[in-house]
C-alpha cells in the first residue's frame, strides 16, 4: 500500500486500507492488480481523472499538428516560380507537416516523360535536407506524386535554414566591384 504522500507503507488487509483512505479523506486506488499482493494508493481521484485528461489532451493537441500539404509543379515552371514552391514546401516540413509534391502533366508534356522525372529527382534533391521521401516517385495518370514526412532536424530549429534569406545575393554570382555601386546611385 502506498500513502496519500507517495510513503511506501506496510501490506495491509483491504479493510484497513479503506479505513486509513476515509481517514484522511481520499479514496482508495488500485495501482496494479497483477502485483501479489495487489498495489493499492491513498489519492484524490477526481484529481488523477482530471490530470489523465489534461495529459491526454496536449497529446492529442501535439498529434493534431500532423496534417498534409501540397505543392504543386509542372514540367516547364519558371525559375522564381520554382524557387517560391520550394520555400513554401520547406516552410510546411519545418511546421512538422507532412508534404505531397505534384508534378502535373499537361497535354503534349505526356510525351517528355524524361523532362518529368528530371525535374522532380531535382524537387527531390531540394527537400532531401528537410524531410524523408516515402518512396520514389510513382507516375499516377498524368501527374508524379512523392510523398514527404519532415526529418526530425528540420522540426528541430528552423535557425538551421540551408536556403538564403529572400533579398540575399547567392554566392554564385559574381560580386560587383564597390566603385560601379556610386555610379548606379547617382
Known sequence: ?????GEQLDIVPLSKARELAQRAGMDLVLVS???V??????????????????????????????KLKEVKF????????????????????EKGCKLKVTLAMRGREMAHKDLAFE????????????????????LLGKSITVM??????????????H???QG????????SSEEEAPELEQ
Open 119 to 138: 525535374l522532380i529527382r531535382r524537387v527531390m534533391a531540394d527537400y532531401a535536407a528537410f524531410g524523408e521521401a516515402d518512396g520514389e516517385p510513382k
Open 1 to 5: 500500500m502506498i500513502g496519500a504522500a
Open 37 to 66: 499482493p495487489p498495489v493499492v494508493r491513498i489519492m484524490d481521484f477526481g484529481k488523477l481523472q482530471y490530470e489523465q485528461k489534461r495529459n491526454l489532451k496536449e497529446q492529442r493537441k501535439n498529434n493534431a499538428a500532423q
Open 168 to 175: 540575399s545575393k547567392s554566392t554564385d554570382a559574381p560580386e
Open 148 to 161: 514527404y514526412t519532415p526529418s526530425r532536424k528540420a522540426r528541430s530549429a528552423e535557425a538551421g535554414r
Open 33 to 35: 492488480d497483477r502485483a
Open 163 to 165: 536556403l538564403p534569406p
Open 74 to 93: 509542372h514540367v516547364n515552371v519558371d525559375v522564381h516560380d520554382y524557387d517560391l514552391k520550394i520555400k513554401r514546401g520547406v516552410e510546411f516540413l
